[in-house]
């Protein structure tokens, strides 16, 4: 069972491509509600690279580590990455008349409903598409 999120970005593949993948920007877009943020991302963008994103409430109450590996890289096109918690994940991206199309796949955590999991999921692919409209 895979959940699945996705939107549509006013924006040229390349630039959504280099939002999602350098850290200076993903610490701009990478939370659900404006009472966390990612203070910390890293990321090595080949075949067998992590990337490392600090997700934390802002409160100081709260953070973790999200990380996962890459197993595959399509650059302007996809990425299989293998999250570290033993879940896969897929990312597309693909060039339609509106812009670009975002499409995430990933197999759901047994901690929260699933329905919570792609609500949660949606509003950070949601912000991501406010973040690169606004640049």
Known sequence: MM????????APIHIVWEKWTTPAHIQNW???????HCPKATTNLQ???EFHYEMAAR?????FD???TYLEI???QSLHIYIGDGRNMQVTFETIE????VTEHFEPENQNPEDLQ??????????????????
């Open 98 to 101: 509106a812009g670009t199309k």
């Open 118 to 135: 792609q609500e949660g999921w949606q509003m950070i692919l949601n912000n991501f598409k406010s973040y690169v409209e606004a640049q």
């Open 30 to 36: 990478n939370f659900a509600s404006p009472d966390w």
């Open 47 to 49: 075949v067998g690279g």
């Open 74 to 76: 399509n650059p302007e």
């Open 66 to 68: 999200f990380w996962g």
């Open 3 to 10: 959940i699945t999120v996705q939107t549509t970005i006013n």
């Open 59 to 63: 409160d100081g109450s709260m953070s």
